[in-house]
């Protein structure tokens, strides 16, 4: 079970710790997204001012709100999901001497960035089936040393 919490871990924290990259870099476009939003809702309420009449919201208008959640919720979880992935890599290291505090510290790996958004959970799955496995891997029994 150990060797598959190293190998689990491993792998998991290396896709946390790339997707966590790729969204970091989304998140540096958050700005303009934000505008871009911003944007369209004065041109409705322009639109809605100019014909007298209220406009209602659509389709159009609820994906961008919905989109914009999602990106938003990406942003807040990279650079948690960053720092958690090389966290999360060296502690798999650790998973033959100390598996039950390597597996401790995947399991938060994967928690922490899931408080933020909730979506990381689909990309941390490999690294929470490595953390169980690190927990519920028995120590290696020590040699008795009777010595003769």
């Known amino acids: 079970m150990r060797i598959a919490g190293l190998v689990l871990g491993l792998l998991g924290s290396l896709i946390l710790l790339g997707i966590g990259a790729l969204w970091t870099e989304e ?9 871009m939003a911003l944007t ?3 041109m409705v309420q322009d639109a809605s001012s100019a ?6 919201e659509t389709s159009t208008h609820k994906d961008l709100m919905r989109t914009l959640a999602v990106v938003r919720g990406k942003a807040k979880a990279s650079y948690p999901m ?3 992935g090389v966290g999360a890599f060296i ?3 650790f998973v033959f ?14 928690l922490v960035p899931a408080f933020l958004y909730a ?9 929470a089936l490595g953390a169980l496995f690190s927990v ?9 040393g009777t010595g003769a």
């Open 51 to 56: 014909s007298g009449q209220k406009v209602e």
């Open 91 to 93: 502690a798999s290291f």
């Open 119 to 127: 979506g990381s959970l689909l990309v941390s799955f490999p690294l």
């Open 136 to 144: 519920l891997s028995k120590p290696k029994p020590r040699p008795s």
């Open 27 to 35: 998140a540096d476009h958050i700005k303009d997204v934000e505008e």
């Open 40 to 42: 369209y809702q004065k």
């Open 97 to 110: 001497k100390l598996p039950r505090a390597s597996g401790a510290i995947m399991g938060v790996a994967v």
């Open 82 to 84: 960053f720092g958690c």
